[in-house]
Each structure stands twice: as C-alpha cells, then as structure tokens.
C-alpha cells in the first residue's frame, strides 16, 4: 500500500484491528493502550477521545505530545521490512506501533516490549 494512503488511514478503523491481534493471543485492550501510551506519550483518555474523531495515522502521530526515546529500541521485522531501516519518520511510527502489537502478540513479557 502507498504511503499517503496509509498516513490518511483513520485511526480509529486501524485500532480495532490493533486490538483483535492482540486479543486471539489473549492480550487485552488495556495492554494495547499501554504500549500505545508507552510509544505516543497519550494518556488512556486522551487515546479514548481520539477513537472517536476522524484522526488518520498521520494526525494522531503528529499530535503526539511526546514520543517515547526508548521507542529508538524497537528493532525487528514488521511484514517483511526492518523497523530500523524505514527513513520515513512518519511511517517508522506507524510500523513501531505495529511491532509492539506484534510483540504483545507473540506473548512478550510487557517489560520488553516497554524496553524496560
């Protein structure tokens, strides 16, 4: 998928799915919300109040209030591509968030997936 596609993508039709990766490998909601928080520096009302606008990707990443430093840790494949190595910053995040999802997934200690 282009990438102006995916920047315009809303945010609160892509974290649905977030949520449903996590949760057929028995995670929760919760733990999505907290490695999203973790990433964007949102707070869980902030998030909460963001699903319900049309916020695409590109908005709910530039309306931030703080990315996390140790987001830099996240390394790894994402569908085939090395988190690390994407040179677009604003499609780095979006990638970021998906490991961290993926790590919850994949049943990862919260710890780790935090950098902790």
Do not use: H
Request: net charge positive.
């Amino acid at each position: 998928m282009a990438p102006e596609k995916v920047y315009a993508m809303p945010f609160a039709k892509v974290y649905p799915l977030l949520v449903q990766k996590a949760e057929r490998k028995g995670r929760t909601r919760e733990e999505v919300d907290t490695v999203t928080c973790w990433l964007t520096g949102y707070q869980p009302a902030d998030l909460e109040r963001l699903l319900s606008t049309d916020a695409d990707y590109r908005a709910f990443f530039a309306g931030a209030p703080r990315r996390n430093p140790n987001a830099e840790k996240i390394k790894g494949s994402i569908c085939g591509v090395r988190v690390e190595e994407i040179a677009d910053p604003l499609m780095r995040q979006i990638r970021q968030l998906d490991k961290l999802v993926d790590e919850l997934a994949k049943r990862k200690p919260m710890e780790k997936i935090l950098r902790t």
